[in-house]
């Protein structure tokens, strides 16, 4: 299981930089970087009280439909501010120390 998911932040986070690099009309991502880094914390920020209010009053499926838009919109943020999640994960491993 653990490189499934290894494998599809890897995918998702290069498919937002290929959009980041080279827009395309129509798609969602390349409109959060236009939009700028306020309107994708503004957005990162909605995600978050989403994933909050699905945990306390809401199922199991609904917290993850959540979680699943908080990781996608935090790997745009983080890509927005030129940090690899590959930063995220050693910080992670540094902390287990």
Known sequence: MRCQVSN??????KTI???QEHPREGSYTCELFRQGEVEILKKLGEEAVEVIVAASLQDR?????ESADLMYHLLVALAAKGIAWQDVETELRRRFK
């Open 8 to 13: 599809t932040i890897q995918a998702l986070e």
């Open 17 to 19: 930089a290929e959009r």
């Open 61 to 65: 499926e609904r917290v993850v439909y």
